[in-house]
């Protein structure tokens, strides 16, 4: 290789220089339009999706509401929970449910589902005082459903939180119960506040 200095980078030409913007307003407008179409190309293959059709004939979402369509749960609390604010605390509460089970299960060498991301540290996995934390906050949680709104309450939020699972029958008073549970256990909501409100 020859000495000097190192190619920048970008988009080359075939004769190898760096790829210079056209300025001619016509290209630039047939590129702009091009770069759309790819876009809108793009954006109903999404919308085409089996989990995203039931929601295609509604206003337009934001954010939040994509993400939601994204998991079992949020599918769920978009059709049965007008409260938009209270929806997204939730739905919140129950992905960080979500990652704290997955996180002691991992942690113990359990399969998960979804596993948690890896973070950067020396190697050894969490500590076993973290792992105690992270189990008893699950146990906690999940006796209080338990109690509060009973066990087949408890075996829907297992359902859609843990397992991400559809259930298209499950019984959305002890669900939503069971995620108001999660969100005031979690610190997202104020426990004073009404369960279904």
């Known amino acids: 290789m020859a000495p000097g200095p190192k190619r920048k980078p970008g988009i080359r030409e075939p004769n190898g220089r760096i790829h210079r913007p056209n300025k001619n307003p016509n290209v630039v407008a047939a590129l702009n339009a ?15 999706q089996p989990h995203r059709r ?5 206003s337009k979402m934001n954010d939040a509401e994509s993400k939601m369509i994204e998991s079992p749960i949020g599918r769920f609390l978009l059709r049965n929970m007008q409260d938009k604010a209270r929806r997204e605390i939730y739905y919140g509460a129950a992905i960080s449910y979500l990652g704290i089970v ?7 060498g359990a399969q998960v589902h979804n596993a948690p991301p890896e973070t950067p540290g020396t190697g050894e996995g969490p500590s076993m005082a973290a792992l105690a934390a992270w189990r008893k906050q699950d146990e906690t949680i999940r006796r209080r459903i338990e109690v509060e709104v009973g066990v087949a309450g408890w075996i829907w939020i297992s359902l859609l939180v843990l397992d991400e699972l559809e259930a298209p029958h499950a019984d959305v008073p002890r669900v939503l119960n069971g995620l108001w549970i999660i969100s005031t256990e979690l610190g997202k909501l104020d426990g004073r506040l009404n369960k279904m409100a």
């Open 34 to 48: 091009m770069e759309r179409e790819k876009q809108d190309d793009v954006m109903s293959i999404v919308q085409s």
């Open 54 to 58: 039931e929601f295609l004939g509604t």
């Open 102 to 108: 997955n996180k002691w299960r991992a942690g113990w």
